[in-house]
């Protein structure tokens, strides 16, 4: 009896030795039973970026139902399906990642003014970003001029600060406001400037540090396909947390070039934001319309190629903010 148990014991181990040997790898289990790899794909938003999920087998939401003997479907649900994973940028990643270190400057406050310091901005020949704020005499007439002049055009949107400030009352968000006041105001103020592809905000160090209201915002913006720049006037803004977590692609300031209105202040801050860039492969900076801002933007355009660096469209790095 014990000799017929070990017998078969010993049977079954060959047998089971044999199907290992003859039982296909997972890496070509479909081939192996006529079942050709399918390349599939959908689009998930991950942190409020847009990835592209590709693999050989359905994801989450496209297994069909498995039952026994359902042939390439179990065999495709039985495999480990983060092993067949792979991400990469999707429809909202239209540029691909950017080459050359590339600087972006906004210049805000447009609006105010209309004399030579706007039209040397606007004259000038590099991919700038500018803000201009909605409301004013010469906004729409600004906003105009520098889309035609190939500029990118913002929405530098009023918002609440924590200390007084004046102007713009018609269309600053504060934080008392419903939720329907917001979204009519953000809506009126693209309506009156449809050169504008993203926002940020004038002001706001109370308005961008209040999750509702930035909760609000980025529905909208999410809404309309655009982007937001934290323009971080305080360090309690959760305007960035907000923006990815309602899927709208957004970045923050890194450095203000012209806090102090000092030509060679504004032009450390400019070497000091190329370096940054250099760093970790992009920076944003912000600056005004002022004539020392004007001029050392005159003196760097030219150097910067020389450097193996360039300017760039805020849009062109929006998306690769963390």
Known sequence: ???????????????????LLLYPQPGSALAEQGCLPEFLSAVRTVGGHRFEIAAVL??????PAVGPGSGCAAQKSDTDFSLA??????ALAVSPRPVGNPVVIVIDDFGYRNDWVVDGFLSLDAALTFAVIPGHQFSAGTAARARQRG??????MPMQALGAAPGEIEYRLTTTMKASEITTRVRRAFAEMPQAVGMNNHQGSAATGDARVMDVLAAELRRTDMFFLDSVTTPD???LQSMHAGGVAAARRDIFIDNVDDLEYVLAQLQQLARLARERGYAVGIGHVRPNTLRALQQVLPQLPASGQRFAFLSEVVRLAP
Not at 1 to 19: Q, T
Not at 58 to 63: H, I, N, S
């Open 85 to 90: 994973v792979a991400l990469h940028s999707a």
């Open 1 to 19: 009896m014990r000799f017929r148990c070990k017998a078969g014991a010993w049977a079954l181990g060959v047998i089971i030795a044999v199907l």
């Open 237 to 239: 803004s959760v305007a």
């Open 151 to 156: 500029h990118e055009v913002l929405l530098h």
């Open 58 to 63: 359905p994801l989450p939401d496209q297994l």
